[in-house]
């Protein structure tokens, strides 16, 4: 149970990393307000090509974070999609978003192979384990592959299929639980070009 709730909030986590927003400033110096409106106290300063995270937006102001910390409201006219900065020196693309859905897709991969190890016995997963493979049928077979023939240009002129002779192998599987000893048994085939 600590593996699902420790994996859930690295998941949670990574959804909202990705959920983020990023805006750049458009303008050459912006307020930083501590609440929505002009009458608010200013907080801090962000300058015009800076990157700041959005946090939410209402009512013409959107609460920001800039990258070293400071929170506040700023007017969101002032805040675009892209650098405007300098077209001539534009930011490198932030790869930020495709790190963190490797990431995620990582961390899904991981549950799903732990939970397909998972015992019906005792219930506990990544604990079946293969202890024995027994070949149970060995049976010619053939395997059916294309070949292209080119010309002197490399361009391809024929395609034909072939039949290649191969054998197919049926496996008898057991898997053993590591901790309560449960088996179970399945089949697999493989094909293999001879």
């Not at 013409?60 to 070293?68: A, L, P, Q, V």
């Not at 604990?127 to 361009?155: F, H, L, P, W, Y």
Request: glycine share 6%.
């Amino acid at each position: 149970m600590k593996q699902i709730t420790t994996l859930t909030v690295l998941l949670l986590f990574t959804v909202l990393a990705f959920g983020q927003d990023f805006k750049y400033v458009n303008t050459e110096t912006l307020n930083i307000r501590e609440s929505a409106g002009k009458q608010y106290n200013v907080v801090g300063q962000v300058n015009k090509g800076d990157k700041v995270t959005t946090i939410s937006e209402r009512n013409g102001w959107t609460e920001i974070e800039t990258e070293n910390g400071t929170k506040g409201f700023v007017a969101t006219k002032y805040l675009t999609s892209d650098n405007q900065s300098d077209h001539n020196n534009r930011t490198p693309t932030d790869y930020s978003p495709i790190i963190i859905l490797g990431i995620a897709s990582l961390i899904l991969y991981i549950i799903y192979k732990r939970y397909k190890k998972k015992c019906k016995s005792c219930g506990k997963w990544y604990a079946m384990k293969i202890t024995d493979e027994e070949v149970v049928d060995r049976v010619s077979a053939a395997v059916k592959k294309t070949t292209k023939e080119r010309n002197s240009k490399g361009e391809t002129i024929r395609t034909n299929e072939v039949y290649i002779p191969a054998t197919k192998t049926k496996y008898l599987v057991t898997e053993t639980c590591k901790f309560c000893g449960h088996e179970e048994q399945y089949y697999i085939s493989e094909t293999k070009e001879n």
